[in-house]
């Protein structure tokens, strides 16, 4: 399912998670690409270090935002790599790992829901069903695990979790 946005928020959206994801060098280095730009090309624009450059291309390639064309020289037997933007793939990556986080806390809730457990060493935090299979006792230093009141993080669980319906909502809008 691709998702569609409108051009300009996109754009907003897509430099704030590229920001978000590789700072600053990695904003310059996206804003350096254009419509297609070898590392080379990337360095005259940007004044970073090559490896620096790569390092934060591969990091990109990674969650998406760009992508590559691999040529062979023939003459010499080197690649050269033109790198370009690719803002849609990224979002949807962006979107799924937002997701993703979302299922992670709901999970998380319900856990919170039925009860946790503690060490009173502050070894482990386990919901009901972990610490009954461990016979309440810490996995790790075998002292006796304690019922806590999860009334607060629950709480905070639940704003986050209000927090990422709003994110994925307004995603999905756009």
Known sequence: MP???????????????????SGPAGLK???S???GATDETIEKNTRLK??????????LQNYGAVEYN??????????????????SRALQKKLSN?????LQLCRETADEGAGVYKCPEGCVRLPFEHAFE????????SRKLKNTDGSKELESLQSKLSALENIIASQLRN
Request: proline share 2%.
């Open 98 to 102: 937002t997701r993703n986080e979302y």
């Open 134 to 141: 461990n016979k309440f006792a810490c996995p790790k230093c």
């Open 50 to 59: 090559l490896s620096e450059i790569r390092s934060l291309l591969n990091l």
């Open 29 to 31: 280095v996206v804003n």
């Open 33 to 35: 690409i254009g419509d």
């Open 3 to 21: 998702l569609r946005m409108k051009k300009t928020s996109a754009t907003s959206e897509f430099k704030d998670f590229v920001k978000q994801v």
């Open 70 to 87: 691999r040529e062979k020289n023939m003459t010499t037997g080197w690649f050269t790599y033109t790198w370009r933007i690719n803002a």
